[in-house]
Every structure is written in structure tokens, then in C-alpha cells.
């Protein structure tokens, strides 16, 4: 397996642009999450979904983010309009929960590092 | 709302010398504790994981601990060597399911 696949790798782009982040999690894994990265406020869990469906979307800082599953291979991250304070890695990770609500573990992406101007 | 502490924040050590970084948690549902480096520009990886009804495992050179009554968790690595150098995160599950929150960060430094 290819593991999770992110793209774009880098993305630059102007205030105000609409931005889509696009994730393919490790096929049979049903849950998915969506995390940035920042110096200032470490690792955070955006959203998260189980079997396409959002679980959790308490993370998400504001409406102009959204996020996506349309099916158990892809997800989009949105956000609409970006703005400088937008700036951060992007990771998508992907997992497979066994048997009584047992966490297992998640596997990250390569990371989308998106930069606003 | 839930949160997990790390410390230090920063760790010099030379190399074959131990490292220990602990964590600690706030929701007593939580069950499930990883932890992840990740070296410059490079995804979290995970290292070594532990479930709440197990109070160590070992891997090598790495072992992590759990006190679930103290609502701890430590990270040890013996004979440390120069790729060990990287940041260091810890993570509890919320609720005792998917979640996860992550703590700060070590950055550890292994000089030779």
C-alpha cells in the first residue's frame, strides 16, 4: 500500500483564494482525520470521519472551513477565503479501530503545506 | 476541555545517554496512548503505543509507561544515538475512542 496520499505537497496561494486540500486514505482503514500543524498551537485535530460519515467537526476553526468525504477513498479540506493566519501543515491520517472501541494506531500523510499571502 | 501536558519542551542529551519525557492527561476515559516522532518536514511517525490495561511495553530501546491513576505517562529511550534526534509527541484518546489529543512537543537533541 502507498500509504495515505496527500496533494498538493505545497500550495501557495493569495488572501482571499478559495483553497481545496485532497487526501486518499490507506485502503480498508474507516476512520479519517484531518490535522494541522502550526509553531504556535502544535498538532490539531480539525475534523474526523468514520466510514465517510463526520464524527467531529469541533476542531474546525471557522466556517470558512469545510471538509468532505464523498466516499470511503477521498476527502477534501476547503477553505474559502484563506487567509495569511491559514498558514500551516495540513496532515490527513487514516486508521482501522478494532473490536470494542479500541483505539489503533493512525497513520499520517505526507502533509500539505499551504502558505497565504 | 482535555488537554495533555508534555515535558520538557527541549532535551540535550549525548549520545548513549537515557532520554525520559512524560505526559499527562486529563480525561480519566482515555485509553489508548501513542506516541509519535517526527523528524524535519516529515510526517509523525508512531514509535510505540500503550492501552490502558498494560502499565509498560518495550521495543528495543524504547519503552513507555502508564500510571492511569496518576493519569501519567513517560516515554524512555536507553543508549540514545544521533537519528534519535526529532520531536517527541504524546497523545491520549478522548472518551476512550478515535480522538486524540496531542500534546506540546519535545524536541530532542542527541549529540555525539
Known amino acids: 500500500d502507498a500509504g495515505v496520499i496527500q496533494s498538493p505537497r505545497h500550495e501557495v496561494t493569495e488572501m482571499g483564494q478559495e483553497v481545496t486540500l485532497r487526501c486518499k486514505p490507506i485502503?480498508?482503514?474507516?476512520?479519517l482525520f484531518w490535522y494541522r500543524q502550526t509553531m504556535m498551537r502544535g498538532l490539531e485535530l480539525l475534523i474526523y470521519?468514520?466510514?465517510?460519515?463526520?464524527?467531529?467537526d469541533s476542531g474546525m476553526p471557522e466556517d470558512r472551513f469545510s471538509a468532505k468525504m464523498p466516499n470511503a477513498s477521498f476527502s477534501t479540506l476547503k477553505i474559502q477565503p484563506s487567509e495569511p493566519r491559514d498558514s500551516a501543515v495540513y496532515f490527513c491520517?487514516?486508521?482501522?479501530?478494532?473490536?470494542?472501541?479500541?483505539?489503533?494506531?493512525?497513520?499520517f500523510g505526507p502533509g500539505t503545506r499551504l502558505t497565504v499571502t | 476541555g482535555e488537554n495533555v501536558e508534555q515535558h520538557p519542551s527541549t532535551l540535550s542529551v549525548q549520545e548513549g545517554d537515557s532520554a525520559v519525557i512524560k505526559c499527562t492527561y486529563s480525561?480519566?476515559?482515555?485509553?489508548?496512548f501513542p506516541w509519535y516522532k517526527q523528524e524535519l518536514g516529515k510526517r509523525p511517525q508512531l514509535i510505540i503505543d500503550i492501552r490502558s490495561n498494560v502499565g509498560e511495553k518495550k521495543d528495543q530501546r524504547i519503552a513507555v509507561t502508564l500510571n492511569k491513576t496518576a493519569k501519567h505517562f513517560s516515554l524512555h529511550i536507553t543508549e540514545t544515538q544521533p537519528e534519535d534526534s526529532a520531536v517527541y509527541f504524546c497523545a491520549a484518546s478522548i472518551g476512550g475512542f478515535q480522538k486524540l489529543v496531542f500534546g506540546t512537543g519535545t524536541r530532542l537533541l542527541v549529540s555525539p
Open positions: 480525561d480519566s476515559a482515555s485509553n489508548y
Open positions: 470521519f468514520n466510514n465517510n460519515v463526520p464524527i467531529d
Open positions: 491520517a487514516s486508521s482501522n479501530v478494532g473490536g470494542q472501541g479500541i483505539s489503533y494506531e493512525q497513520y
Open positions: 485502503s480498508g482503514h474507516d476512520y
